[in-house]
């Protein structure tokens, strides 16, 4: 088992940055990728970025390329995004997800990103 917990989200005008954590325990041998997924109000959860455990390779939602950064630190077993320029169509519940390589996907509880003036 896997456990993730996220933390960081908030209230941030357009235009400013946020980063949000997630902190993995348990297993953490068995995870080979994390990752940070969103979903807003009526629509469907999506990608927003990925990292591999081994060599670090990432992949981003094209809404969100040049803008958001997924980095990780696997001392502490943590993953962060640092998102900038941040804009209201950016505003979700953002989840952090660890991925096993026995395609078992452990999620997050979610926090909110607000972006609004």
């Known amino acids: 088992q896997v456990q993730v917990v996220e933390s960081g989200g908030g209230l941030v005008q357009p235009g400013g940055s946020l980063r949000l954590s997630c902190a993995a325990s348990g297993s953490i041998i068995s995870i080979n990728a994390m990752g940070w997924y969103r979903q807003a109000p009526g629509k469907q959860r999506e990608l927003v970025a990925l990292?591999?455990?081994?060599?670090?390779?990432?992949n981003y939602a094209a809404s969100v390329k040049g803008r958001f950064t997924i980095s990780r630190d696997n001392a502490k077993n943590t993953v962060y995004l640092q998102m900038n320029s941040l804009k209201p169509e950016d505003t979700a519940v953002y989840y952090c997800?660890?991925?096993?390589?026995?395609?078992?996907?452990?999620w997050g509880q979610g926090t909110q990103v607000t972006v609004s003036s």
């Open positions: 990292i591999t455990s081994a060599g670090g390779s990432t």
């Open positions: 997800s660890a991925h096993s390589i026995r395609s078992i996907v452990y």
